[in-house]
């Protein structure tokens, strides 16, 4: 997959008169926008799976084992889902920032369905 703020910085290695010093510190402002955007995507699912992980075990302290079911399906749900989130993620660098907005609420609609937490 290629990022496109990787990209302007090899067409500036390649040639140091093809990028401008005004599209470098664009291109840069733009890098660390996305990369805001990530990791507060990852910090979300990661506080996600954090929380259901201990009310499974709160459940099944409380020997609540229906309770502590739900918790660990909805964890491995979680986690195994955060591949395809992160790829998401990916895709999201080349879009526009309006575009990369509507993948973040897609993304944060992953964590949101389902059941409501008990």
């Known amino acids: 997959m290629q990022n496109k703020h990787i990209e302007v910085v090899k067409k ?10 005004e ?4 291109n840069a402002r733009a ?3 996305d990369a805001a955007h990530a990791a507060h995507a990852a910090a979300y699912a990661a506080s996600y799976a954090a929380d259901d ?7 099944a302290a409380d020997g609540a084992a229906d309770g502590a079911a739900y918790w ?9 889902s955060k591949g395809v989130i992160a790829n998401m993620f ?8 309006g575009d990369r907005e509507i ?10 369905a389902g059941p409501k937490r008990r």
């Open 31 to 33: 890098a660390a926008d």
């Open 90 to 97: 990916n895709d999201a660098e080349s879009m526009e920032i």
């Open 53 to 59: 992980a201990a009310r499974a075990a709160h459940a």
């Open 23 to 26: 599209e470098l510190r664009a």
């Open 72 to 80: 660990v399906k909805r964890y491995e749900e979680m986690t195994l």
């Open 103 to 112: 993948v973040r609420g897609m993304v944060l609609d992953v964590f949101h």
């Open 12 to 21: 500036w290695l390649a040639d140091k008169t093809s990028v401008s010093s």
